[in-house]
Structure formats: structure tokens, C-alpha cells
């Protein structure tokens, strides 16, 4: 790593020893990635695109053309013709309109009309047909049902109350008579067969109506009971109440069972030891102050309360009398016998008032006991109605629903009577022709000759339009430099135009540098006698590249790049050739390295040996000097051909002494140019561009696969190497000014 950040100081330092080497502005990272699903088109390329594929485009458009032409001129005519029926009266009110109020009926809803898709199927219907068909039928006999649908229209003309009826048949006087038996016919439909069907709804609507009135009814009744045997109004009622009374049961049972707990551990103790206990420390000490239950009613017993009153008088005087005289003194031996005789009588007070105690606790045991269980059976009951109340609440929704679907049932029958007798009286005009029945014009509608012949041009337009659409998606290839520039988005730096045969390499013209003060002139030669002027555009093209790769580095030259292509046969190695030979032609020392290793080309269109060359200097001890052949045609031309094939070119070209040559190179020559192999798969390429200016990408028109370009710029957007730009290759229709030819003439020297 070290060694190759030295070699790209020195690449960068040295140039041919003169100058820096230039700092390019191009791309090297982010890399735009060409996007081969773009939409965007603009009339330069659709016009592209048409030239290119205007054989397919043409062919599919005269072909649809032809058809539809085809198809037009061998159909039969076809004349159409109609009457229209007014099915509605015209007037803004109904006569009756306001006589009946529907509840819960909008007016717009009882100032619907009629249902005009449903009555369009009712005149289509074979009922309706059956008796015109048999009309039709004595005239033509051919006519049924099936053929008679196929060219009869019926459609509401527009937002109108009006039908307009249309036949179409290749007989005119066929479509006036079918059309005034279809008039005759629909008529008489109006005129009897809707009232009928009119006076048919109200009779089954009144033989309904007592079966509802009944079901409605019973369903009250059984609402009604139900209601009285479970005193149930309202579900939601009912739960809140049984909520809040399980709420009050708890609260009622947790109390109890706290008072119960309570009162039975009293009781407990004033069984067992600890009332014994109780009742000796209340003894003992008389003046003690206790707050439970079993010395309350110690301090409410009389006689017990004289006995300790008692006590506590002895017990005073003897206390008196102990600062008075000795332990052993007559009274105070009195006063102690005395308190021992009190204290077994105060013992057996006590005893007594704790078994009474005793029996009022047991008493109380005893009713709470009885007030738990009456809780339980109240929770119990509850618990049961609560169990019950989702059945019960479900039978009554049953009820409920049951009633609303026959009350809103009855109400619709109700409505609906009263609708068709309305309907009725309003419907009593049948309906009136307004349009007799008639052609509706002389001229045939169909085939319209103008109108498909238009249709079938633009349609085959669009169809060869979208066929040549469909071939260009599918060819994948670049077209034009302007394709390639914009999809690439990187400099186009040059545009050779194609040529089916190249002739030998023969000297071109010379370019003669001269310096001056006013700044550097140069000087043409006559030009070569064997290259014609349409050859001349060729050459010309490769010193247009020269030049632009020049403007590149405009501050510093450009002394040394690699030439490569994404894939085989794009014309690299003619290329980097011609642009060899190009410099050679404006003065500088050029050398061509041949560094393809794989499938070297340099030394036969050069028609040079190739015994010695790149292979052999990096493997061996070979100078590099004595590789380098000149070129017999060009002056300034060096060529360093590939040597022998070595069975592994990746590992010569990343040697480090690889990496030394092309500094040497750099050093003794203005220009180096490296051909190298295609990029796709092999890595040679970008093995030797980052010691280089940069890389030249050669894409050749018509062939170069888009994809294949892309994966070659990905491949060097993770290589620190620089791109320089694209070389369109094989350009058609190159545009060459003639008048521009005229600078490079042969001129004639006066003498």
C-alpha cells in the first residue's frame, strides 16, 4: 500500500519530468449509473427512433391500415331508424300529489318516477314481444326474437321522460314497418297492461294486509306478559338494578362476616386462657385502664366495682402505714391479711361478670351467624336472576325485533297501498308518440367510410408507433452520441464516425508547431495523396479527440491513460490506434502500450514484430527501452507491444514493477496510451487506471449493450481510478461541413 501511494505521489509530481500532472474535473465518486428504463423522451430522440425504425413503424401502420380499409369497403350498409315515446307527463304537479302524506316517507321518495332501466327491460321481455313478433312475422317471416333484440335499441333519451326506440337493418322499408308495430305495440302496453299490473299490486297488497295487522297483534299480547311475569321493562333497566343490589349484598356480607370474625375471637379468648389471664391482670391491678370488651364489663358490674374500691383503700393504707412503722408491724400484717381475704372474693367477682360476658358473646355469635346465612341466600337469588337475565334479555330483544320487523312490514304495506292508488290516478294517460316512426337519415350509418378510414390510419400510426417502441426497448444497445451522453451523464469526448473498412496505416498529415509571441500557431501539411476526402472526416474525428482530452487538462497536460471498453469488438485498440497516431501528428512524443495480454491486436494493425514486449520487461531483465519499437510511419509514434501471452496477465499487471514502468514511461514520453482488455470479467483495466490520468470508456454504436455498460461503471466506481469520458464509436450519418475540408486541401506554392 505504501509503495502505491508512493507511485501516485510520483504520478501526480511528474509528468514528463516538466510538468505536474493535471487535476481533472471529472467523475470518479458518486458515479452516475446509466438508467436503461427511462421515459423521458424528447422529439429529438422520438425522431431518432422513427428514422431508426421506420421500416417496422411503416409496415405495422400500412398493415392495420389495410385491414381496417379491408374490413370497411366488404361490409353491408346498414340504415337506421326511430320514434320516441313520451312515458311521463310533462307538468311540474301532480293533480293528486298532495292528497296522502306518507309517515316516515320523504316527499321525494313519494315523488319518485318511473324506473326507467326496469321498464326498458319489461319492453325487451319476449311477453312483451311476443304478440309484435307475430305481426312482424306475416311480413317477414325471418325475423324472431334473437335477430329483432340484436338491432333494437330502447334508451332514455338524456334526463328526459322520454324513450327513444331505434332499429337498425340493411332494408329500409323493413325498419319503418317493424318500427310502427313496436309503436302500435308499446301503446297498447301503456294503455293496459301497466294499470293492470297497477290494480294487481293494491289487490295483493289488501289480501296481506289483515295477516300482518294479526301477526302485529299477538306480538303486542306477548310482549305485554312477559313483561308482567318477569316485571322486566327494559334490559339495561333490569342490569343496573341487579348490579347495584349484588353491590349492597357484598358490602352487607363483608361487614358481617368482619363482625362475626371479630366477636368469635372474643369469644375464643374469653373461653380460653387469656380471659383467665384477662381477669387475673385486672385483679392484680385494679388501676389499670383496658379497652377490651371483657374489662368493660368489668368496670360496669357494681359489685365488683365496690371490691376494688375496697382494695384500693387497703392498699392506700397500707402504703400510708408503711412510712409510718415496720414491715413486721401488727397493722400493717392486718391490712395485708385483709387484702389477701379481698382479693379471692374480687377473683370470683370477676369470674362471674366474664361468664355472663361470655353468654351475651355467644348470643351475638349466634345472630350474626343467622344474618351471614340470610346474606347468602339473598346473593344466591340475585346470582340467579343475573344467570337468567341474558336469556331473558334475549327473549324480550326476540319480542322486540319480532314486533318492529311486522310493525315496519304493516307500515310498508300501508305505503306502498296508498303509493299505487296515487300511481294509479296519475298513470291513467297512456303513453303518447311524440316522434313517428322514420329513417333517421337517407345515408347508411354504418360502414362510415370517412370516419374508418381516418380511425384505421391513426390506429395503425399509434400500432407502428408502439411496435417501434416495443423494438427499441427490446434492442438494448446505444443509438447516438447524444444517447449516450445523456444516459452516461459523463463527457463525450469524441464521435468517430463509421466506416465499413479501414485502409492500411499510412503516414498522415503532419502538424507543424509553431511558437510565437502572440502564442503557439500550427502549421498543416499538405495532406496525403492516398487518403481520400472521405477518409478525412475519420482522421479528423481522432484529433478532435486529442483535443478535447487536452481540454481536460487545460492547466497541466494529460501525459499518460488507459483505453478500455465494457465489452469485445467496440474498437478499442483502433482507437487508442488512431489517437496514438493523432498526437504523433501534432508533435508529441507518443507511446502505445499495448497492454492487452490476453488478445494483443496493437502489433497487427501496426504490422509490427512482437517477440519482446510488455510481458517480457516486467518478467524478465529485458530495459524497457529495448522493447519500445518506433512506429516507420510516424515520427513521433512508440509502440510497446504486448510481448508473449503469460498464462496469468492480473498478476504482471499488479506487480510493482509494473507500477515502475509506467512511472518511467511518464517520465520519457508526452503521451502514454495503454490498451488494455474489456472490463466486463477481467480486471485489468482498472488494475492501471489508477496510476494514469484516467480511464477512456470506447462504446461502439449499435452494439454495446446498455446493461453491460453500467456493470462496467460500477465496477469502476469501487476502483479509485478517474473516468475521463466516453468515445462514441461507429457513429452513422456523421455530420462532417464539407466547406471545413477545404482548410486541409493540398495547397499549391507559388514559385
Excluded: C
Amino acid at each position: 500500500m505504501e509503495e502505491q501511494i508512493k507511485n501516485q505521489l510520483l504520478f501526480e509530481k511528474n509528468g514528463n519530468g516538466k510538468y505536474p500532472q493535471p487535476l481533472l474535473p471529472v467523475i470518479n465518486t458518486p458515479l452516475p449509473i446509466p438508467d436503461t428504463t427511462t421515459d423521458e423522451w424528447d422529439l429529438r430522440q422520438l425522431l431518432a427512433l422513427i428514422r431508426r425504425r421506420a421500416l417496422v413503424l411503416g409496415s405495422v401502420a400500412i398493415a392495420l391500415s389495410a385491414s381496417v380499409a379491408f374490413w370497411t369497403f366488404t361490409r353491408q350498409p346498414k340504415y337506421e331508424g326511430g320514434f320516441q315515446l313520451l312515458v311521463e307527463s310533462v307538468t311540474a304537479e301532480r293533480p293528486l300529489e298532495g292528497l296522502t302524506q306518507i309517515p316516515g316517507v320523504s316527499a321525494q321518495m313519494q315523488r319518485e318516477g318511473l324506473d326507467y332501466d326496469t321498464q326498458i327491460q319489461v319492453l325487451r321481455s319476449p311477453e312483451l314481444m311476443a304478440p309484435i313478433l307475430q305481426e312482424i312475422a306475416r311480413r317477414y317471416p325471418d325475423t324472431n326474437y334473437t335477430s329483432l333484440l340484436d338491432n333494437l335499441s330502447i334508451r332514455r333519451f338524456q334526463e328526459t321522460k322520454i324513450l327513444d326506440i331505434r332499429y337498425q337493418d340493411s332494408d329500409p322499408e323493413k325498419i319503418q314497418f317493424i318500427l310502427q308495430q313496436l309503436a302500435v305495440g308499446f301503446l297498447k302496453y301503456s294503455l293496459e297492461e301497466r294499470q293492470t299490473n297497477l290494480r294487481q299490486g293494491i289487490q295483493f297488497v289488501d289480501e296481506q294486509m289483515p295477516q300482518l295487522q294479526a301477526r302485529v297483534n299477538t306480538l303486542q299480547k306477548e310482549l305485554q306478559q312477559f313483561r308482567q311475569e318477569y316485571n322486566f321493562i327494559d334490559p339495561e333497566v333490569k342490569a343496573e338494578q341487579l348490579s347495584q343490589q349484588v353491590s349492597a349484598i357484598k358490602l352487607q356480607r363483608l361487614e358481617t362476616q368482619k363482625t362475626l370474625a371479630e366477636t368469635r375471637a372474643l369469644y375464643a379468648a374469653l373461653r380460653g386462657k387469656a380471659g383467665a389471664q384477662l381477669a387475673e391482670t385486672v385483679i392484680l391491678n385494679p388501676n389499670l385502664q383496658d379497652q377490651s370488651e371483657a374489662s368493660q364489663a368489668l368496670n360496669t358490674s357494681s359489685v365488683y366495682q365496690k371490691l376494688v374500691a375496697q382494695l384500693r383503700d387497703i392498699d392506700g393504707q397500707i402504703a400510708a402505714e408503711s412510712t409510718r412503722f415496720q414491715e413486721d408491724s401488727p397493722i400493717l400484717l392486718t391490712l395485708r391479711q385483709k387484702r389477701e381475704n379481698l382479693l379471692p372474693v374480687l377473683r370470683q367477682e370477676a369470674q362471674r361478670v366474664l361468664s355472663n360476658t361470655l353468654v351475651e358473646v355467644s348470643n351475638q355469635i349466634s345472630g350474626l351467624e343467622v344474618r351471614a346465612a340470610k346474606i347468602a341466600q339473598a346473593e344466591e337469588s340475585l346470582n340467579r336472576q343475573i344467570q337468567q337475565l341474558p336469556t331473558l334479555a334475549r327473549q324480550y330483544a326476540d319480542l322486540q325485533r319480532e314486533l318492529k320487523i311486522a310493525t315496519e312490514s304493516l307500515n310498508r304495506f300501508l305505503e306502498k297501498r296508498e303509493s299505487l292508488q296515487i300511481e294509479t290516478a296519475q298513470k291513467e294517460i297512456p303513453w303518447q308518440t311524440i316522434a313517428a316512426p322514420q329513417l333517421t337519415q337517407e345515408d347508411p350509418i354504418s360502414p362510415n367510410i370517412k370516419r374508418n378510414l381516418i380511425l384505421g390510419i391513426v390506429a395503425g400510426l399509434l400500432a407502428g408507433m408502439g411496435a417501434a417502441l416495443l423494438a427499441e426497448r427490446l434492442d438494448n444497445v446505444f443509438h447516438s452520441p447524444d444517447d449516450l451522453k445523456e444516459i452516461t451523464k459523463l463527457p463525450l469526448l469524441g464521435t468517430i464516425p463509421f466506416r465499413k473498412s479501414l485502409p492500411p496505416a499510412t503516414p498522415a498529415a503532419e502538424i507543424e508547431v509553431v511558437k510565437k509571441s502572440e502564442g503557439i500557431q500550427l502549421l498543416l501539411d499538405s495532406f496525403s495523396n492516398t487518403q481520400s476526402e472521405s477518409y478525412f472526416p475519420f482522421l479528423e474525428a481522432f484529433r478532435s479527440l486529442h483535443t478535447n482530452i487536452n481540454f481536460l487538462g487545460s492547466d497541466t497536460p494529460i501525459h499518460s491513460l488507459v483505453i478500455s471498453s465494457a465489452s469485445h469488438a467496440d474498437g478499442k485498440s483502433t482507437i487508442a490506434m488512431h489517437l496514438a497516431q493523432a498526437a504523433a501528428a501534432m508533435g508529441q512524443r507518443v507511446l502505445l502500450v499495448d497492454a492487452d495480454l490476453r488478445l494483443p491486436q496493437v502489433h497487427n494493425k501496426l504490422n509490427l514484430p512482437n517477440e519482446a514486449g510488455l510481458s517480457n520487461v516486467i518478467t524478465t531483465s529485458l530495459p524497457v527501452d529495448d522493447a519500445i519499437q518506433r512506429s516507420p510511419l510516424w515520427e513521433n509514434l512508440y509502440v510497446l507491444t504486448s510481448g508473449p501471452i503469460p498464462p496469468d496477465p492480473v498478476k504482471l499487471l499488479s506487480s510493482k514493477k509494473m507500477q515502475q514502468i509506467m512511472a518511467q514511461l511518464r517520465q520519457s514520453f508526452d503521451l502514454v496510451i495503454y490498451d488494455t482488455p474489456p472490463m466486463l470479467g477481467l480486471a485489468d483495466s482498472s488494475l492501471l487506471a489508477p496510476y494514469t490520468a484516467g480511464i477512456v470508456l470506447v462504446v461502439r454504436m449499435g452494439k454495446t449493450d446498455r446493461s453491460l455498460l453500467a456493470q462496467a461503471l460500477d465496477r469502476l466506481k469501487m476502483s479509485p481510478a478517474t473516468i475521463l469520458g466516453t468515445v462514441g464509436n461507429g457513429v452513422k450519418n456523421y455530420e462532417f461541413a464539407p466547406y471545413n475540408y477545404y482548410y486541409y486541401k493540398p495547397q499549391v506554392q507559388n514559385t
